[in-house]
């Protein structure tokens, strides 16, 4: 089980930084609907159960989040870029395609639904119509005009879905409570 992770987690050199992934208790910081923290802690299922679909969102999970804390600010839970949803959906997509290709068969609609958007070509665009952010910078040849014509015919009523596998904390917190321990 330790090598599927390991393997997951060379999707990035950024990824390895995030197994600092501890014990915590159940608090979780909420504010305005986001959990706020400065540190990423995986949800300790996705470390014991190999399910090709929680695998998958675990790759989004610490992609996303490594991005995250390299974007920094004073709460990186926060940080959002274009760049950031964009690469943290490729490893999404990279994933599932390894764990379709270990488990025939496997289905998921929202990640095979993904798998034809990118086969499409229009990542970029999904992305960008889906998850964007008033504050991203997206580059000139993104063409949401062209993706929604084109998803309307091919994907039509589709819903946009993030899973995501852990949470937000503050390190600082959580060491002063684990040492009570």
């Known amino acids: 089980m330790l090598g599927l992770?390991?393997?997951?987690?060379s999707l990035s050199l950024l990824l390895p930084s995030l197994l600092l992934?501890?014990?915590c208790n159940n608090e979780i910081y909420v504010r305005d609907?986001?959990?706020?923290?400065?540190?990423?802690?995986l949800a300790q299922q996705a470390l014991v159960d190999d399910d090709p679909i929680l695998q998958s969102w675990a790759s989004y999970s610490l992609t996303k989040?490594?991005?995250?804390?390299?974007?920094?600010?004073?709460?990186?839970?926060?940080?959002?870029?274009?760049?950031c949803e964009?690469?943290?959906r490729r490893h999404l997509l990279d994933t599932w395609e390894e764990q379709r290709h270990e488990h025939p068969g496997i289905r998921d609609e929202y990640l095979d639904s993904l798998s034809y958007v990118r086969e499409s070509g229009y990542l970029d665009e999904y992305v960008v119509y889906y998850f964007r952010s008033s504050d991203w910078q997206i580059p000139a040849e993104v063409d949401v005009r062209k993706f929604r014509k084109w998803q309307r015919k091919h994907l039509p009523g589709h819903q946009a879905s993030t899973r995501i596998i852990g949470s937000w904390?503050?390190?600082?917190?959580?060491?002063?409570?684990?040492?009570?321990?």
């Open 169 to 181: 904390n503050y390190a600082d917190r959580i060491m002063r409570e684990a040492a009570q321990y």
């Open 21 to 23: 992934v501890s014990a």
């Open 65 to 83: 989040s490594a991005c995250q804390l390299e974007l920094g600010g004073q709460n990186p839970a926060r940080a959002s870029s274009y760049g």
């Open 33 to 41: 609907g986001v959990t706020d923290g400065d540190t990423f802690y």
């Open 5 to 9: 992770m390991l393997r997951y987690l």
């Open 86 to 88: 964009l690469t943290a």
